[in-house]
DNA sequence: GGCTATGGATAACA
DNA sequence: TGTTATCCATAGCC
């Protein structure tokens, strides 16, 4: 190695241990990477300096958390947890509550104003997942309307002698769309939706919300 | 290296994987005992290699889950234990998602109702929060300026000799809440409301939602 | 961080 | 697994 070989011990100069601990680790992390790529194998590796600091890697696309735990599966090592479960749990719980509109007590103006931003954009997707399914549903009657009279045409050219007069008068038994375009399929799947029946937003105190409103415009 | 460089890329050739795998393996690991030592850091390595199979090592005389355990304490990172914990962080991961308007594709249009309204519902607990949080500040405004009234009285009193009819005179100068009752509230303390800046539901097919409006009046 | 001489890692072959 | 010709990581120095 370098200008001569040395011994593996411990190397006391602070600043040649800060030296080689810099170019050794780029050099550890090129050798992990390459055996990464080469020999297809899944690579975790951790790092500590001497002063704590940490240096980390692991194999994309994989997250080291994902390597933690198959090593755990594989060994069997019991890992502790940084806060234990009921904690954890509790985390996960009290943010389901925040979306639930429970527990605000301690939310300041901002975070409630994020929250109902954040509410707000979901209730968006979810109505327009509902308008997509909507409109798929739309399609597949419309579809089935269509064959069916085009059914009916053709059983009605069948029958009688004088086609062409027939036809056009059929013309005027399927008129269904044209006239009533949802109503058969809002009775065939649709619950009625909510946010169409009432006012949507009704504030405990209407002069505040105005007050707002007009602020607002005023800006 | 060797007998000529080679490109970095898996190797396709399982026999010649496995030997570089064996060979660069040894050689990834005697790299990191020697940074190990040389530099007086802890470090934590674990492979496993294409066919599922552990090879770890870890800083003497420290075990990889003290590692494993630094590394959690240092990223924050979230190890699932092994048994029970997954499966329930998933339920309550998977529970916040829902709120979040996210992969909603195996929803129907019923459960997507259900969640509008919760969301509805959730909506308007905050905004209700929102509004005691506004009228609290209302009121301790309201308070703070009405003291400020009455100290000024008194001084005003104090000053002059000819006291009552300087006191009536003041009752002019404190008409602030009669005449913009909110105005200095909000540029006190609140950010502008979203929902009240523009119109509120915008579905993406506006003909359907007409035709919807239509359907609900006419049940 | 860059340079350079040198020992070491290792790809190909046996 | 062992050997060997190459290429490269890197120690010491700037």
Redesign the pocket.
């Known amino acids: ?6 011994e593996i011990k411990r ?1 006391e100069n602070t600043t ?1 241990r800060q ?2 601990f ?7 992390f ?2 992990t990477k ?2 990464s790529v ?1 020999c297809d194998a899944q690579i975790g590796l951790i790092i500590f300096s001497s002063t704590g600091k940490l240096w980390d890697w692991c194999t994309e696309p994989f997250r080291m958390e994902q390597i933690i735990e198959k090593y755990q599966r594989s060994t069997g090592a019991r890992i502790l947890e940084r806060d234990h479960h009921p904690r954890e749990t509790l985390r996960l719980e009290l943010g389901i509550q925040r979306y639930l509109g429970e527990d605000m007590g301690c939310l300041q103006y901002e975070d409630l104003s994020k929250l109902e931003q954040e509410l707000e954009n979901s209730m968006a997707k979810v109505r327009n997942r509902q308008n997509e399914l909507l409109q798929q549903q739309l399609e597949n009657l419309r579809r089935k309307i269509n064959d069916q009279e085009q059914r009916a045409v053709m059983e009605f050219e069948k029958a009688t002698v004088e086609g062409s007069k027939a036809v056009h008068a059929m013309d005027h038994h399927f008129p269904f769309f044209e006239e009533q375009p949802t109503g058969s399929i809002l009775q065939l799947a649709c619950p009625v939706l909510p946010h169409l029946q009432y006012p949507y937003l009704q504030l405990a105190q209407p002069n505040i919300q105005d007050s707002l409103r007009a602020h607002n415009h005023n800006n």
């Open positions: 190695m370098g200008r001569g070989k040395i190397i040649t030296v080689t810099s170019k050794r680790r780029g050099g550890l090129k050798k390459e055996l080469l």
